[in-house]
Structures are given as C-alpha cells and as structure tokens.
T-cell receptor
C-alpha cells in the first residue's frame, strides 16, 4: 500500500536560510509524487510534481525537489527562504484514482 | 474560469442534523474528490468520482454520501452529523489519474456541536 511520511510537523528557518522539507514514500509501482502548498485559510495548490521524467524537479517560487528512488525520498528545498514562504506543505503520492497525502509540515520563517 | 468552488465557507451544525456541502468545477474535469483535513493527519480521501454517475469510497467514507449527476457538480452529504465530523472539507478535481495535478477548492470549515 502507498504511504507518505513527512519528517517534522513544524520547521522553522530564518529569512534567507535554506529550506529543507523531508518526504519519504512507499509505493509498489513507480510513483507520481507531488508537493502542494497551503496558505492560511486557502485550499492546496501545486508546487511541483515528479512524473518519471527528470529526477530534479523545479517548481514555482524557487522550490525544487529531487526524486531518489534508492532512498524512496522526494525532499523539497529552496536555497533562500522568504517570509512569504510561511505556509503548510504537503507531500503526496498518486496511484490510479487515489492520492495519498502526508501529514504536512508547517514552515515558519523568522525575520 | 472560477476553478473549483465550494459552499458554504463555514457551517455550524448540531449533532444529528443533516447538510450538503456543495462543490462545482468549470474545467470539464472527469475526476473529482472529497477530502477532510484534520490537524496532524493531512488530507484523507472520503469519496471520489471518475465521471458522472460513478462514485467510489475512499479512506474514510463512513457517515458521508455522494452522488455525481453532472460533470460539474459533486455534492457531499452528511446524513446525521457527529462531532467527529468537525473538520475542514476540501473538494478537488483533476483531468486524469496518476500524474495529473489536482485543483482544490477553498474549503468548507464545519463545526458539529
């Protein structure tokens, strides 16, 4: 069965620092992987997705993620955090009709 | 395009009351889903539909009913609300399965007393 584990329910970084949000997955077939972002009182919106093309995927707002099959990981990074990046981030794996979401990681950005 | 719209934005119910959460999309997507979001648990799939007239259960279907009479609309019904159904509900639609992006509505915040 598919599953997604996000390490750390809360991550705090200083403005300008590296952002690293961790995601590990399990899937019985080659996965489709997603990162979604949720700003306060809003729905989720896509940051980026891996669909078996390039293993390094670039998304919106300077975020990127690398698919590592050997580590079953899809960690999200951004070189320099901005105050506007404060939000909740969800990793997800999709197979067929269903998408399984991780529990989410709330990112705090300190001035 | 309005994308995915949900009504109401906020609702308070008493235990045992019924209500319908509305969801509509104008992107001509075949696939639609309902999720609930609870703190520390991410989003959990309640029901989904792969086209008009076709629905199926997700991870947490108990206490909820759905129907899909048109491509655009996918209402979620609570027949007898319980405090455990207090949550934020999101509707999503997508043009396909697997690698396709899901588009989410703004959510309905439900409080059951």
């Amino acid at each position: 069965a598919q599953s997604v584990t996000q390490l750390g329910s809360h991550v705090s970084v200083s403005e300008g620092a590296l952002v690293l949000l961790r995601c590990n997955y399990s899937s019985s077939v080659p996965p489709y992987l997603f990162w979604y972002v949720q700003y306060p009182n809003q729905g989720l919106q896509l940051l980026l997705k891996y669909t078996s093309a390039a293993t390094l995927v670039k998304g919106i707002n300077g975020f990127e993620a690398e698919f590592k099959k050997s580590e079953t990981s899809f960690h999200l990074t951004k070189p320099s955090a901005h105050m506007s990046d404060a939000a909740e981030y969800f990793c997800a794996v999709s197979e067929g009709f269903k998408t399984i979401f991780g529990a989410g990681t709330r990112l705090f950005v300190k001035a | 395009n309005a994308g995915v719209t949900q009504t109401p934005k906020f609702q308070v119910l008493k235990t045992g009351q019924s209500m319908t959460l509305q969801c509509a999309q104008d992107m001509n997507h075949e696939y639609m889903s309902w999720y609930r979001q609870d703190p520390g648990m991410g989003l959990r799939l309640i029901h989904y539909s792969v086209g008009a007239g076709i629905t199926d259960q997700g991870e947490v279907p108990n206490g909820y009913n759905v129907s899909r009479s048109t491509t655009e609309d996918f209402p979620l019904r609570l027949l007898s609300a319980a405090p455990s159904q207090t949550s934020v509900y999101f509707c999503a639609s997508t043009s396909g399965t697997g690698k396709e992006t899901q588009y989410f509505g703004p959510g309905t915040r439900l409080l059951v007393l």
